[in-house]
């Protein structure tokens, strides 16, 4: 479980279905910028690296990590996408309201997986620090963004 024994944009590249008949929806969340526009590029790149057109990756950015859930329903019940991916980075404060954000979407993410046709893949960091959002956002540990685009072309494919 650990992402210190991981690193993010290691995979197996055969393993990874031709994604070139695939339309993807991203959500992107502003909230720490710095780290998301940096999961998003990983996440593009990783999906044309596999086949996927840019004019069938859509973006799309909500204003923070808790209106990931909404946007995410968006585009599963009206993009026609063969698979929706996430990307936030909550970082902790000095106020509970962090568990409050990363419960809401985990919950929310789930529930959409849990209900609907379309896979979601979860690209929510949820750090103690900034430095530990960087170091999963192309740093040492990798990028998430890599990682979820891997996930999103298995599952659109499973
Ligand atoms: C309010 C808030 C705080 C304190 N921290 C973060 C964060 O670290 N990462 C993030 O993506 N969003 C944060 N937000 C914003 C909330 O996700 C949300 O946008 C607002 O509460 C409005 O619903």
Same mark, same amino acid.
């Given at each position: 479980m650990a992402t210190a024994l991981h690193n993010l944009s290691d995979y197996d590249f055969d393993s990874v279905p031709?994604?070139?008949?695939?339309?993807?929806?991203?959500?992107?969340?502003e909230w720490n910028s710095e780290i998301t526009g940096t999961l998003l590029e990983g996440a593009v790149k990783t999906l044309e690296?596999?086949?996927?057109?840019?004019?069938? $990756?859509?973006?799309?950015?909500?204003?923070?990590?808790?209106?990931?859930?909404?946007?995410?329903?968006q585009m599963v019940l009206?993009?026609?996408?063969?698979?929706? $991916? $996430?990307?936030?980075?909550v970082i902790r404060g000095e106020t509970p309201h962090f568990d409050y954000i990363c419960q809401g979407v985990t919950y929310?993410?789930?529930?959409?997986?849990?209900t609907q046709d379309t896979p979601v893949i979860y690209g929510l960091l949820t750090t103690n620090n900034l430095q530990q959002a960087k170091d999963r956002a192309g740093g040492k540990l990798?990028?998430?963004?890599?990682?979820?685009?891997?996930?999103?072309?298995?599952?659109?494919?499973?």
């Amino acid at each position: 479980m650990a992402t210190a024994l991981h690193n993010l944009s290691d995979y197996d590249f055969d393993s990874v279905p031709d994604a070139s008949n695939m339309c993807f929806g991203i959500v992107v969340a502003e909230w720490n910028s710095e780290i998301t526009g940096t999961l998003l590029e990983g996440a593009v790149k990783t999906l044309e690296k596999h086949g996927a057109l840019s004019e069938n $990756i859509h973006v799309k950015t909500v204003p923070g990590s808790f209106e990931l859930v909404y946007g995410a329903k968006q585009m599963v019940l009206n993009g026609g996408y063969d698979a929706v $991916i $996430i990307l936030g980075s909550v970082i902790r404060g000095e106020t509970p309201h962090f568990d409050y954000i990363c419960q809401g979407v985990t919950y929310g993410i789930a529930r959409i997986n849990a209900t609907q046709d379309t896979p979601v893949i979860y690209g929510l960091l949820t750090t103690n620090n900034l430095q530990q959002a960087k170091d999963r956002a192309g740093g040492k540990l990798g990028n998430k963004g890599d990682e979820c685009a891997v996930d999103a072309i298995k599952m659109a494919k499973f």
